[in-house]
């Protein structure tokens, strides 16, 4: 179990980074489009977060403009390819590009989902769902334990969105992520839309998922669009996207999220058909105040 970190305080980096933890305040996904604008006026946005997979080659523009703003942001480092719940082992090439990324950029926050993207030599562009049993945690834990020894720091692991439940599941999901994180102190990341996205597509109360949920382990919260669509049997079916405007509905449950967890890290992500700055802009403006009504009412 790797436990080096303080478990009050999850989203905590190594001391010798330029930051040493997210600030609880608005963050947005950064796009290399949006850098100059991000030097121009990138109020109120207080950190960002890149996908690590982005960053893993050797010089170029994008690790110039990514220096470059480790000097100003705190940084979080989000990995989409580890495939933590995948059945074999951890790429071992896929972790040492990580582990150079993050040794030389020090964020204050890293994380991974509760997903899997690879079988034997073949690596799908998803993050899949796994089905909640001991096997699968047991085989959980050893991968964030082999990622945490790597890397030489805590970890965040990301709740999934889900579009079915698997039969053999005989863990709640709030309940799952607990466990993992008590057996290998890894913190977590509780994406909301990704709640909402799972609880309109199962059926179930997103509040109810957010009363179960281990707040006092979450190190950042994230935000996202989703798309709309129908199952064949004509019920909701909402796909994680990251290409659309954060809902209504995802900003009441950040809300509701927030008035039980107090300020975290609060991250707007749009990934697919990323708009002009502006736009992003006016999203992290609205997750700040968010936070800053959570901040008068303590």
């Known amino acids: 179990m790797f436990d080096t970190l303080d478990r009050s305080a999850p989203s905590d980096g190594p001391s010798n980074g330029p930051f040493s933890r997210l600030p609880n305040a608005a963050g947005v996904g950064y796009k290399p489009q949006h850098f100059q604008s991000l030097l121009d006026d990138a109020a109120p946005?207080?950190?960002l977060e890149i996908h690590a997979e982005n960053y893993m080659g050797d010089g170029g523009r994008p690790l110039a403009q990514l220096r470059h703003l480790a000097e100003r942001f705190p940084m979080s480092v989000h990995g989409v390819g580890l495939s933590i719940g995948g059945e074999g082992p951890l790429?071992?090439?896929?972790?040492?590009?990580?582990?150079?990324?993050?040794?030389?950029?020090?964020?204050?926050?890293?994380?991974e989902h509760l997903a899997w993207s690879t079988h034997d030599s073949h690596f799908f562009n998803d993050l899949l769902p796994l089905p909640y049993t001991d096997q699968s945690l047991t085989r959980i834990c050893e991968h964030i334990d082999q990622v945490q020894t790597t890397l030489g720091r805590r970890m965040l692991l990301e709740n999934p969105s889900s579009y079915l439940a698997f039969a053999e599941s005989t863990w709640e999901e709030p309940a799952f992520l607990q466990e993992i994180a008590r057996r290998t102190g890894c913190g977590l990341l509780l994406d909301v839309n990704n709640v909402f996205v799972s609880a309109t597509n199962l059926d179930y109360r997103p509040q109810d998922y957010i009363d179960a949920y281990p707040l006092d382990l979450v190190g950042e919260i994230?935000?996202?669009?989703?798309?709309?669509?129908?199952?064949d049997h004509g019920r909701p079916l909402l796909i994680d996207s990251h290409g659309a405007e954060?809902?209504?509905p995802v900003w009441a449950l950040l809300d509701y999220t927030l008035a039980r967890s107090g300020p975290k890290p609060t991250l707007v992500e749009w990934d697919t058909d990323v708009p002009e700055w502006p736009l992003l802009q006016a999203e992290a403006l609205r997750a700040a105040a968010a936070l800053e009504r959570v901040r008068e009412t303590a």
């Open 45 to 47: 946005v207080k950190w």
């Open 91 to 111: 790429d071992a090439d896929h972790l040492a590009r990580l582990r150079h990324l993050i040794d030389w950029l020090q964020p204050a926050s890293f994380s």
């Open 222 to 231: 994230h935000l996202g669009g989703h798309d709309e669509d129908e199952d």
């Open 246 to 248: 954060v809902t209504d």
